[in-house]
């Protein structure tokens, strides 16, 4: 991830001094993401090192961070594989360094994987990770409304569509319409705790299995089938914007042997794939529209390749 906020050694040992596992050896900041600041950190713990990630919150506030903190154990003590806060000797998680929210957690094996270099046996490990996501967290007894969901996209769209060019504008609004209609209709597609954001760089694999699914910040409630279309759009993606058949349909096979589709969601499904395209699409053109903003850090003309596709080549559930 990044390193918004720098950390010396007695920073880190004031943490330290809450828990019981161990003394401070080495700690290095973690280049990359755009959110968070992140460190690993390594202890000796009665002649044994081991290695932690420790993550200072940046943009959320101590008060929003519960959920978060919740929903991580919660899935971790049904056995899916997302890091969790340590809680310290007093039974706290949440913890505060340099004034800032702050949790200290396991660091998992595994590495990320280039999204070109992505495999039907990865997309297929994280279609089966994903779906264990969301029959663990199917009565997490905690609910939060994404703050890039239906009424951010709407609103946006309407502020941003008279800078697009006079087609893009029409594709924006029709696929925000798209995404209306289908929640007015009657029928079975379930809602329930999503991921939101489980792009390829948002995993951790090992040869080709997923060890571990980060960053889960952007989760909230909203359809499970969504939270599977955004997973589709980018480990099933090619260069130019296409679907990989393959990926996709081993992505979509190892989901539904954890969680079956719904009869309903085969209809949602070519929308959902379209809706997950538009919102990225939408949140990348937010930035590289707005001149005083000097971070473009990613295209949104990608998000739109594929958006093309999806509507031009409806998919299909297995």
């Known amino acids: 991830m990044a390193v918004y906020t720098p950390l010396e050694a007695n920073d880190i040992n004031q943490l330290l001094a809450d828990f019981d596992l161990g003394t401070l050896v080495d700690?290095?900041?973690?280049?990359?993401?755009?959110?968070?600041?992140?460190?690993?950190?390594?202890?000796?713990?009665?002649?044994?090192?081991?290695e932690y990630v420790l993550t200072l919150f940046e943009e959320l506030s101590y008060e929003?961070?519960?959920?978060?903190i919740e929903l991580c154990q919660?899935?971790?003590?049904?056995?899916?594989?997302?890091?969790?806060?340590?809680?310290?000797?007093?039974?706290?998680?949440?913890?505060k360094?340099?004034?800032?929210?702050?949790?200290?957690?396991?660091?998992?094996?595994?590495?990320?994987?280039?999204?070109?270099?992505?495999?039907?046996?990865?997309?297929?490990?994280?279609?089966?990770?994903l779906a264990q996501f969301h029959v663990a967290a199917q009565d997490f007894y905690m609910?939060?409304?994404?703050?890039?969901?239906?009424?951010?996209?709407?609103r946006e769209s309407q502020i941003l569509g008279p800078k697009l060019p006079a087609k893009d504008q029409k594709i924006l609004t029709e696929e925000v319409q798209k995404f209306d209609q289908l929640r007015e209709l009657p029928g079975n597609i379930p809602l329930g705790t999503i991921h939101g954001d489980l792009f390829h760089d948002n995993a951790l694999l090992d040869s080709s299995k997923v060890t571990a699914v980060l960053d889960l910040y952007n989760a909230a409630s909203g359809y499970?089938?969504?939270?599977?279309?955004?997973?589709?759009?980018?480990?099933?993606?090619?260069?130019?914007?296409?679907?990989?058949?393959?990926?996709e349909e081993?992505?979509?096979?190892?989901?539904?042997?954890?969680?079956?589709?719904?009869?309903?969601?085969?209809?949602?499904?070519p929308v959902l794939t379209c809706t997950a395209s538009m919102r990225f699409w939408l949140s990348r053109?937010?930035?590289?529209?707005?001149?005083?903003?000097?971070?473009?850090?990613?295209?949104?003309?990608?998000?739109?390749?594929?958006?093309?596709?999806?509507?031009?080549?409806?998919?299909?559930?297995?």
């Not at 202890?43 to 090192?49: K, R, T």
């Not at 340099?98 to 279609?127: R, Y």
């Open 97 to 129: 360094v340099k004034n800032k929210p702050a949790a200290l957690q396991p660091k998992f094996s595994g590495g990320h994987v280039a999204q070109q270099k992505l495999t039907a046996e990865h997309c297929a490990s994280i279609g089966s990770i």
């Open 250 to 269: 081993a992505l979509l096979q190892a989901y539904a042997k954890v969680r079956p589709f719904t009869s309903d969601e085969y209809r949602a499904w």
């Open 143 to 154: 609910q939060r409304q994404a703050h890039r969901g239906v009424f951010w996209w709407r």
């Open 27 to 50: 700690f290095k900041g973690i280049d990359g993401g755009i959110e968070n600041t992140n460190y690993f950190i390594t202890l000796n713990h009665q002649g044994s090192e081991r």
């Open 224 to 247: 499970l089938l969504y939270d599977l279309a955004i997973v589709a759009n980018d480990w099933c993606c090619n260069a130019d914007g296409s679907i990989d058949p393959l990926r």
């Open 285 to 318: 053109l937010i930035p590289w529209l707005d001149e005083s903003n000097e971070q473009k850090l990613k295209d949104p003309e990608e998000l739109k390749r594929t958006l093309i596709f999806r509507r031009n080549n409806p998919g299909k559930l297995p």
């Open 64 to 68: 929003e961070l519960p959920y978060f």
């Open 74 to 95: 919660w899935l971790s003590d049904r056995k899916v594989p997302v890091p969790f806060a340590i809680k310290d000797r007093n039974g706290i998680g949440l913890k």
